[in-house]
């Protein structure tokens, strides 16, 4: 069976369609429980950015279907390195900030230990 190259290319853009629904589907089936991580969430967006971007690419020379995949794949990996980037970060800024929020204590608990030793002082 021949194909013309108008439909080839309806194939292609219904191929690359379908991968992006199916992306779209796993995406909010992913969401129902607990919240994304940061990780998650860049994991899932270079996914689908990659496959959106592979699928135009990949109607262009024939090939949408690989192109999704490559692209969701290679954008997935991509994804993931960026978020777990950002989550370390985050998981270190949420330390120092205990750790600083601690240090105001103590400094609060030894601002009111001088006041109280300055007032015994001041009563001998």
């Known amino acids: 069976m021949k194909f013309s190259s ?17 992306v779209g589907a ?9 919240p994304l991580s940061t990780r998650e969430k860049g994991t899932l ?8 971007t592979g ?3 990949g109607a262009a020379v024939g090939a949408p279907g690989a192109g999704a995949a490559i692209g969701g794949a290679l954008g ?6 960026v978020g777990n980037a950002l989550q370390n970060q985050e998981v ?13 204590r103590e400094i609060q608990s030894q601002r009111r230990q001088i006041q109280q030793l300055q007032g015994e002082q001041s009563t001998e």
């Open 6 to 22: 108008s439909n080839r290319s309806n194939r292609g853009v219904m191929a690359a369609a379908a991968g992006i629904a199916f």
């Open 26 to 34: 796993l995406a909010l089936a992913g969401c129902s429980g607990q």
């Open 45 to 52: 967006g270079g996914g689908v950015l990659g496959a959106g």
């Open 55 to 57: 699928a135009i690419i």
């Open 76 to 81: 997935a990996g991509t994804g993931y390195v």
């Open 92 to 104: 270190t800024s949420r330390q120092q900030q205990g750790q600083i929020n601690y240090q105001q």
